[in-house]
Each structure stands twice: as C-alpha cells, then as structure tokens.
C-alpha cells in the first residue's frame, strides 16, 4: 500500500473517531458544584438541609409531574428568606442530569444544568435555553408557559422542563405544610 494512500485513511479514521466521540468531550462534565451553586444562591450564609418525605400523598404529585416512579424516600432543599433551592436530577436519555433550581415567590428565579452525564443535549446548560424558565411558574402540574426545544436535545429539554415543574410543586408543599 502507498504512502500516500495509508496517511490518507489514517486521516479518514481519525476524522471519524473525532465525530463519533469528539462531541462527548464537550457534553459531560460537572459545571458546577452543589455548594458553589448554594453559595450563589444564599451567599456564605447557607442554611441547613431540609429533606420533605415522599408520603403518598406528595409521591402521587411527584410521579405525576415526572410522568414515572420516583425510586427515592425524601428530596432535600435549602430554604431561606422566602426563596428555596433543589438540587434534582433527572434522566435525559440514559443518565441523570443534575440540575439547580431556585424558587423565589412561587416563580423560577435561577434554572442551571450542574452536571451533565449524557453524549448528547448538552446545550441545555446555555443561558440561551435555561432563561426560559426564569419567571416561570406552576398552573396545575404544568408550567405557565410554553418551553421551546433545543435541536438533537429533547430528552435533555423534557428532563430540565421535569424538574423545573417538580421544584415549584415541592416550593409549593413546603409553602403550605
């Protein structure tokens, strides 16, 4: 075999490789860290973890909103100054994403991917996407508001959309508890 046309397929399969995997590099990885997103929210005064129990009652609304078991006992959340955080995850396609959700008021006030697990939907984290839900609130088990997709990132937008209505409801509980 040439020279020529050995360097040729190497280049070819190298160039394969790199759109087969190269992609993964750029969508898994942790963004931010639990604490470092509560320091964000509540500054250097974070408050001590709360968990609610998932009785049957809340279970129901639970399942309900993520639309499947949920495998947990309790969820846990900060809460403090009438705002609570949730670190969630949820599954995109085949992993969980964790995701930061603030509640101010009964309206989203912070939405962000902390760790991504997947190849592909990663451009969920981008403020382009996540701004959507900022101001968002709960109608039902639903949001007030239509939530537009990301190309190649469905799962990944229904996860986050999951999420983001299961923190307002849990706001909502612990509001009313």
């Given at each position: 075999m040439s020279y020529y046309l050995q360097a040729a397929l190497i280049f070819f399969a190298l160039i394969a490789v790199n759109i087969v995997y190269g992609g993964s590099a750029h969508a898994k990885g942790v963004y931010q860290?639990?604490?470092a997103f509560l320091h964000d929210v509540f500054g250097d005064n974070v408050p001590q973890k709360q968990s609610i129990l998932l009785r049957s009652d809340v279970r129901e609304?639970?399942?309900k909103i993520l639309n499947h078991p949920y495998a947990g006992l309790k969820i846990v959340y900060w809460e403090q100054n009438n705002q609570s955080a949730w670190i969630l995850e949820e599954i995109g396609k085949e992993h969980p994403i964790t995701f930061g959700i603030v509640v101010a008021n009964g309206k989203i006030k912070?939405?962000?991917?902390?760790e991504f697990r997947e190849i592909r939907g990663w451009e969920i984290k981008y403020p382009a996407f996540t701004r959507q839900f900022i101001g968002a609130s709960l109608r039902g088990y639903d949001l007030d508001r239509s939530i537009d997709g990301v190309s190649g990132a469905t799962l990944s937008v229904w996860a986050m959309t999951a999420v983001a209505k299961l923190a307002l409801y849990l706001d909502g509980y612990i509001k009313n508890s």
């Open positions: 860290t639990e604490d609304s639970v399942e912070t939405a962000k991917v902390l």
